[in-house]
Structures are given as structure tokens and as C-alpha cells.
């Protein structure tokens, strides 16, 4: 019996020379995209992070005043390890992020200040794979950039950003979503996966918080996992899979 095709996923563009990654947080570009974003930055692309929220509700042991510092600090060194300094965050509520035009102000507010070519986001759809519920601040997050790249470029959407002195930008290329059950294109992910796994580690209080297994072998095997599996449909190259949107 002959063996099913497996679809192959594209390379992604790689005309561009800025990007902006916006999640909702602190660890989300971790579990899986950090291996592009290390490779991109090798390459001598910029790439900034805009997280909507601290993360504070995230950790049922630490009160949410102690929290979301906490894993801000933490975010900022894992966005070090792959070449990232500029990390910013919107001050949404975490758990609570609500989809609408505030929320998509403020994302293309950060697109309008990085002006990329690439905007990077998480999985904005109901489900991780049709199997599991994802977040609604995931969904929100997600959906809300996808709209906040077209917002960026229009000057009569929030006119109130013209006034601060954030010009339109249209310049929008692409919207790459990760964790996407449809991917259409992968990076890939060997010349960075090394420094994926330490930029994970450094997320070490939410680790040790979610799992008992060494934080070390936990990071390693998710990755090599995901990025093997990624891999199958990539000429069998580890790889971070990304569902690309053209703008």
C-alpha cells in the first residue's frame, strides 16, 4: 500500500528586513518560534517584540503584583538570547484581553512606530489542531493583529495616531501566524534551535510552575519535537512552521 503524500510547506519570504512579533505572553514566541526569530536575526533582520500583556495571571502560586514583573524580566532575557532587545508591553489585563478597537489601536500603534515588513502573531483560531481549546487572550491577540496590519495603513482609522506622531504605514507585507493548524511555510530551524530551547529556559519560574520534569529536558524535547515534526514537511530539516497571510 502506497504511503500517503505529505503536503510540503514553502520557505518563507526572506525580502525584508524588519519584523514585529506581538503575542499576548511572556513565553508565547518561546514554545516553538524563537528558533526562526534566531535565524532571522543572525541574518542581520531586525525583530521587536510587543506582548499585550505581563503575563500575571499565569502562575497560580505568585500573586499577580509579584508576577507579571517577574516574568517581564524574564522575557526580556529570553528575547536577548535570539537577538531581540526591544521588547514592549501593552498593559492588557492577562486573561482578560478583549478583541476590539482598543486593542487593535494599540497593535497598530506598534506597527506604525516599527513600520516591518513582517508582523508575526500566535494561533488566532478556537482550537491548537481542532483537539485543544485554545486561550481566548491567544484568539484575540491573534485576530486583533491580523486586522491591526490593514488598520496601520489606513490614516482614517484612528486618525488620533496621525496626532501623535505615528504615520500610517502601509507597508505591511506579510502576516506570518505560528501554532497554526493550516501552516503554509516553515523556517528552517537548525542554526537556531539551540539557542530556542536556552531563550525557553529562561521562562524558568512559568516551567517550574507548569511541569515537575527537569526544565532543561522538558524545553529539549518539546522543541526537537515540534521542530522534527515540522521537519516531515520541510525536506525532513527541523523546522517553525508559520501560516502566511500576504497583505
Known amino acids: 500500500m502506497t504511503e500517503p503524500t505529505i503536503s510540503q510547506l514553502l520557505p518563507m519570504p526572506d525580502d525584508w528586513r524588519r519584523a514585529l512579533a506581538v503575542v499576548a505572553h ?7 518560534c524563537a528558533a526562526a526569530i534566531a535565524a532571522w536575526t543572525d541574518a542581520g533582520r ?15 502560586t505568585l500573586d499577580p ?4 514583573p517577574l516574568r517581564e524580566r524574564e522575557q526580556r532575557a529570553s528575547a536577548a538570547v535570539v537577538g531581540v532587545s526591544e521588547v514592549a508591553f501593552l498593559d492588557h489585563a492577562d486573561g482578560v484581553i478583549e478583541y476590539g478597537p482598543a486593542l487593535r489601536r494599540d497593535i497598530a500603534a506598534a506597527i506604525r512606530r516599527h513600520r516591518p515588513e513582517l508582523v508575526i502573531t500566535l494561533n488566532h483560531r478556537d482550537t491548537w489542531g481542532g483537539t485543544a481549546w485554545n486561550t481566548p487572550d491567544h484568539v484575540a491577540v491573534g485576530r486583533a493583529t491580523l486586522d491591526a496590519a490593514g488598520d496601520a495603513g489606513n490614516r482614517w482609522i484612528f486618525p488620533e495616531l496621525t496626532g501623535q506622531g505615528l504615520q500610517p504605514w502601509d507597508g505591511v507585507r506579510w502576516v506570518a501566524v505560528a501554532g497554526s493548524a493550516s501552516p503554509t ?6 542554526p537556531g534551535l539551540e539557542r530556542a530551547v536556552r531563550s525557553l529556559l529562561e521562562h524558568r519560574t512559568y516551567i517550574e510552575a507548569l511541569t515537575d520534569e527537569d526544565p532543561e ?9 515540534f521542530a522534527e515534526e515540522t521537519g516531515k514537511r520541510f525536506g525532513n530539516r527541523p523546522a ?4 502566511v ?3
Do not use: Q, W
Request: with cysteine; aromatic share 10%.
Open 26 to 32: 511572556p513565553d508565547d514566541l518561546e514554545y516553538g
Open 46 to 60: 531586525e525583530v521587536s517584540y510587543v506582548l499585550a500583556t505581563r503575563g500575571e495571571a499565569g502562575i497560580d
Open 65 to 68: 503584583a509579584r508576577c507579571g
Open 185 to 190: 511555510h516553515a523556517v528552517d530551524a537548525t
Open 217 to 225: 529536558t522538558y524545553a529539549r524535547t518539546l522543541l526537537t519535537g
Open 240 to 243: 517553525v512552521a508559520f501560516e
Open 245 to 247: 497571510f500576504p497583505r
